[in-house]
Each structure stands twice: as structure tokens, then as C-alpha cells.
């Protein structure tokens, strides 16, 4: 009879482990990444069998590991590119993008800066080099120092997209990792000047209008705002099973509070 218990124990005890945990891997966007890790924390709360790994590498690298099919979610702060898609297809995967955000890039400087207001000739010129001082765009007489994030970015890609229009960045530009790290940067040094996620904007950095829009909750839910973006989390094919279930929830009411919560726009 004990033996028969024993047994009994041991397969219900083999039987939780095999089915303890459904695993969803995550990488890409640090933009998203907020978004997406507030939302897994709560979701493996109410599905106690779910565990949710999230690395924030870049959406270069989230979008180009649903490709080669080492995570199951990548997120990204821009669109797949062109040579992305004709990549999936050659290797059989349906890249699908869910829109799970509004976010706009918000140009940053120190608060001590006396300029509120860039063109995008204005902002292209000081990131190809052309302007070099505060002076030459209404501002002191000091260098800029260019702060720029890294071209893994989704956020390099759009800023590079709407901003640069295919042409060099300065060769004196300060390439960074994060939106962190340019917010920090940018907060100390009071010639410089940078572009993040609207969602991660602190009050210890100024926000600049572009081309007379400044960047807020309306202007960007409108498009007004110049330099808006959406953002997405990539799947191969339409998300189903538990990455379903857990898109689906950052797309709930729930889910979509999170995102208003961490400083980014619901896409409702």
C-alpha cells in the first residue's frame, strides 16, 4: 500500500514539473521594455504556470530573433524593415506585428538651455555635424555635444528615418545604449542634446517642440507631433496559446492601463 502511494506521489510530483511552466521569451525593444515587463510581472501573477523571461536588447536584435526563432516575442519601437520581412519569408516565417502602443521620441536637452523650439533642418543639421553651437540656433555661445542612441535602436531608426533622411551622423556624435542612458547623459551635461521615448521624458530633462509641436499625449495620439511613432511586439504568425493569452492582455483594459502607466500611449 505505501508503495502504491509512493508511486502515485512521485507521478503527480513528475506530472507538476513537466507541466509547471509555459516559458515565453522575450527580447528587443528597451523602448518597450517597460511596457512588457510591468505586464509580464502581473500576468505570471494570475497565471501562476507561466514564467516570462525579457532580455531588452534592441529592436534589431527582438525582430531578428523571431526570424531565427530564438524568442517567441520581439518587441520593437518601429516597423520591420524591408530586408527584414524578404529575410522571414526566405526563412518561413510569417513576421506578424501587434501594435500595442503610441510613443513619440521626444528631443531632449538640459533644462538650463534657453532653446524651446528645433525645425527638422535645424535638428538634422546639428546630427550631421553641420551646426556645432548652441549660438548658430538661438541659444549660448557653447559647443553641442550630440548625444545619439545606438544604431540597434528602434528608436535610432525612426529618429534616422524622420530626421537624418539617409544622411552621416557626426562623425562626433556620443553613441549610447538606452533610453536610460541618454536621459542621465543629457541631464548632466548642459550643452548637450539627445532623443528618447516620450515615455521614459523626466522632469529633469526638457523636452523641445519640433517644428512648433511640443510632444505630448495629444499631439502624438494625433500624429501632430512630428517624430511619432507605434509600437509593436513581433510574432511568427498570429500570436496563439499562452503568447496569445499574454498579448491579449497588454492589449486589455488592464494591459493598456500599464501602458498609460509607464508613460506611453494606449493605442485605444
Given at each position: 500500500?505505501?508503495?502504491?502511494?509512493?508511486?502515485?506521489?512521485?507521478v503527480v510530483c513528475l506530472s507538476s514539473i513537466l507541466t509547471a511552466f509555459d516559458q515565453i521569451k522575450i527580447?528587443?525593444?528597451?523602448?518597450?521594455?517597460?511596457?512588457?515587463?510591468?505586464?509580464?510581472?502581473?500576468?505570471?501573477?494570475?497565471?501562476?504556470?507561466?514564467?516570462?523571461?525579457?532580455?531588452?536588447?534592441?529592436?534589431?536584435?527582438?525582430?531578428?530573433?523571431?526570424?531565427?526563432?530564438?524568442?517567441?516575442?520581439?518587441?520593437?519601437?518601429?516597423?520591420?524593415?524591408?530586408?527584414?520581412?524578404?529575410?522571414?519569408?526566405?526563412?518561413?516565417?510569417?513576421?506578424?506585428?501587434?501594435?500595442?502602443?503610441?510613443?513619440?521620441?521626444?528631443?531632449v536637452v538640459h533644462p538650463g538651455n534657453d532653446v524651446r523650439n528645433l525645425s527638422l533642418k535645424q535638428l538634422?543639421?546639428?546630427?550631421?555635424?553641420?551646426?556645432?553651437?548652441?549660438?548658430?540656433?538661438?541659444?549660448?555661445?557653447?559647443?553641442?555635444?550630440?548625444?545619439?542612441?545606438?544604431?540597434?535602436?528602434?528608436?535610432?531608426?525612426?529618429?534616422?528615418?524622420?530626421?537624418?533622411?539617409?544622411?552621416?551622423?557626426?562623425?562626433?556624435?556620443?553613441?549610447?545604449?538606452?533610453?536610460?542612458?541618454?536621459?542621465?547623459?543629457?541631464?548632466?551635461?548642459?550643452?548637450?542634446?539627445?532623443?528618447?521615448?516620450?515615455?521614459?521624458?523626466?522632469?529633469?530633462?526638457?523636452?523641445?517642440?519640433?517644428?512648433?509641436?511640443?510632444?505630448?499625449?495629444?499631439?502624438?495620439?494625433?500624429?501632430?507631433?512630428?517624430?511619432?511613432?507605434?509600437?509593436?511586439?513581433?510574432?511568427?504568425?498570429?500570436?496563439?496559446?499562452?503568447?496569445?493569452?499574454?498579448?491579449?492582455?497588454?492589449?486589455?483594459?488592464?494591459?493598456?492601463?500599464?501602458?498609460?502607466?509607464?508613460?506611453?500611449?494606449?493605442?485605444?
Amino acid at each position: 500500500m505505501k508503495k502504491k502511494i509512493l508511486f502515485l506521489a512521485c507521478v503527480v510530483c513528475l506530472s507538476s514539473i513537466l507541466t509547471a511552466f509555459d516559458q515565453i521569451k522575450i527580447t528587443g525593444s528597451t523602448t518597450v521594455y517597460p511596457i512588457s515587463d510591468k505586464c509580464a510581472r502581473v500576468f505570471e501573477d494570475e497565471h501562476p504556470g507561466v514564467e516570462i523571461d525579457i532580455a531588452p536588447t534592441g529592436s534589431s536584435v527582438g525582430i531578428s530573433s523571431i526570424i531565427d526563432g530564438s524568442a517567441d516575442i520581439g518587441n520593437a519601437s518601429r516597423e520591420a524593415k524591408q530586408k527584414e520581412i524578404e529575410q522571414a519569408h526566405a526563412d518561413n516565417v510569417d513576421l506578424h506585428g501587434t501594435v500595442i502602443a503610441l510613443d513619440g521620441v521626444a528631443v531632449v536637452v538640459h533644462p538650463g538651455n534657453d532653446v524651446r523650439n528645433l525645425s527638422l533642418k535645424q535638428l538634422q543639421d546639428i546630427y550631421t555635424g553641420k551646426v556645432t553651437s548652441w549660438k548658430e540656433i538661438g541659444g549660448v555661445d557653447k559647443p553641442i555635444l550630440v548625444i545619439s542612441r545606438d544604431p540597434s535602436s528602434g528608436t535610432y531608426e525612426v529618429f534616422n528615418h524622420a530626421v537624418l533622411k539617409g544622411k552621416e551622423l557626426s562623425m562626433t556624435a556620443i553613441l549610447v545604449q538606452g533610453n536610460q542612458s541618454v536621459a542621465d547623459a543629457v541631464a548632466m551635461t548642459e550643452s548637450a542634446i539627445g532623443y528618447i521615448g516620450f515615455g521614459f521624458l523626466q522632469g529633469h530633462l526638457k523636452a523641445l517642440s519640433i517644428e512648433d509641436v511640443a510632444p505630448s499625449n495629444q499631439s502624438i495620439s494625433c500624429g501632430e507631433y512630428a517624430l511619432s511613432r507605434k509600437l509593436y511586439m513581433f510574432t511568427n504568425g498570429k500570436p496563439r496559446g499562452v503568447i496569445g493569452d499574454y498579448i491579449r492582455f497588454v492589449l486589455s483594459e488592464r494591459g493598456q492601463s500599464i501602458v498609460r502607466d509607464t508613460g506611453f500611449l494606449p493605442v485605444n
